[in-house]
């Protein structure tokens, strides 16, 4: 997509958002060379902060392919966000709803127009405790595998350090440096011929996922966990902990259940 066909709402959200950006934040941006000049493809984002999509947008609003957010239904409703969100040709996620599949049908489409997507595959806010990437949901690869477009991979630093995971508590100064670092084009072509299976799904995320753990570790200098954070089995953990503290999940006749009553 070129510049000419950015459209009137996505400069204006540049006009908005691209000041205060380069007065409060240094940038670091590496691989724009990656981003495709031509037709659709995904991107496939970490997420580390509430303001990392600005960050993240801000570097590819500067390739002249303007990305197409899947972002929660509310904030498309009334109100000056809203129309913005509309305006710019995001794509509105339905969770839990009959119009849940509309995101997946609607960024397809978007794709075969030739636009860009973009995912952030770990579907909120990484619950990592060092801030690496999470397991991540089947989304991207679904569409990935639907379309065969190319799937580049995007690591991002530096929000999270302004505003960290799910804090309110924003820190400007001393200046933060915002890193952006995209790769090339994730190979998933082994897939293709695969019935989109929950196994083979699951394989595709773990291969993006791993692409763009890849690029966060370049961008920290420092390696990942083995074993991406699951929140899910981390709730259950907390649950089995809970549940051993407060004796509930002591099986009866044992040694810590027994009274001398019941010798």
């Known amino acids: 997509m070129s510049r000419r066909r950015i459209g009137f709402w996505y400069r204006l959200a540049a006009v908005i958002a691209k000041p205060p950006l380069v007065v409060f934040f240094k940038r670091d941006w590496r691989g724009m060379e990656h981003i495709p000049a031509d037709g659709g493809f995904i991107t496939a984002v970490n997420h580390n902060s509430y303001i990392d999509?600005?960050?993240y947008a801000h570097f590819q609003y500067n390739t002249g392919r303007v990305p197409r957010f899947l972002a929660k239904d509310g904030l498309f409703k009334d109100g000056f966000v809203g129309k913005v969100m509309k305006g710019t040709g995001q794509i509105p996620v339905y969770r839990e709803t009959t119009n849940a599949l509309d995101a997946f049908r609607a960024a397809v489409d978007a794709i075969e127009r030739g636009e860009c997507v973009a995912f952030y595959?770990?579907?909120t806010l990484t619950r990592d405790p060092?801030?690496?990437?999470?397991?991540a949901k089947s989304g991207a690869a679904r569409v990935a595998l639907r379309t065969k477009c190319p799937v580049i991979p995007v690591a991002q630093w530096g929000a999270n350090l302004a505003l960290p995971p799910y804090s309110k508590k924003l820190s400007l100064f001393p200046r933060k440096k915002l890193q952006v670092l995209a790769g090339e084009p994730v190979d998933l072509s082994?897939?293709?011929?695969?019935?989109?299976?929950?196994?083979?799904?699951?394989e595709v995320t773990e291969t993006?996922?791993?692409?763009?753990?890849?690029?966060l570790e370049e961008i920290r200098q420092e390696k990942a966990p083995e074993t991406p954070y699951d929140p899910r089995k981390a709730r259950l953990a907390q649950?089995?902990?809970?549940?051993d503290r407060s004796g509930r999940g002591v099986p009866r006749n044992t040694p810590e259940n027994t009274t001398e009553d019941s010798k």
């Open 130 to 135: 060092e801030v690496w990437p999470m397991t």
């Open 190 to 202: 082994r897939f293709y011929d695969k019935e989109p299976s929950p196994e083979i799904l699951r």
């Open 53 to 55: 999509p600005l960050s």
């Open 208 to 215: 993006i996922m791993a692409a763009v753990t890849e690029l």
């Open 239 to 243: 649950r089995r902990k809970a549940t």
């Open 121 to 123: 595959p770990e579907g």
